[in-house]
């Protein structure tokens, strides 16, 4: 014939299921409480920027010195100053030191323009 259960067994074993589930909720909590920083971490590696270049690049010829982006500027203006309201997509320049000239199309439409320099 099988036992039957005391109080004390089912009181016992109510106890120790009680003492399990406690420890379960505690290892949850303690899961999330690190979740949060991971993510945390996560984010400030993704947000550092890399740092930007400046380059310039300067011809000279013929004991004169002159920035290719100070050409480029001139060329924008005079572009502008004919009075076209297109934005430049493309920027083809070619620069002759020896006549002080820069030539340049743009936008693949816009040739035989030349500015001094």
Not at 104 to 116: A, C, D, F, L, T
Request: glycine share 4%.
């Amino acid at each position: 014939m099988p036992k039957k259960a005391t109080k004390s067994t089912v009181a016992e074993k109510t106890a120790v299921k009680a003492e399990s589930q406690a420890e379960v909720k505690e290892t949850k909590a303690a899961k999330s409480d690190t979740k949060p920083a991971a993510k945390t971490e996560t984010k400030t590696t993704k947000t550092t920027k890399a740092s930007k270049e400046t380059i310039t690049t300067t011809i000279e010829f013929g004991g004169k010195n002159t920035k290719v982006e100070s050409i480029i500027d001139s060329i924008k203006e005079a572009y502008k100053a004919e009075g076209n309201k297109a934005a430049i997509k493309t920027l083809d320049v070619y620069i002759q030191p020896e006549n002080n000239v820069a030539f340049y199309v743009i936008n693949g439409k816009v040739e035989g323009k030349s500015v001094n320099f």
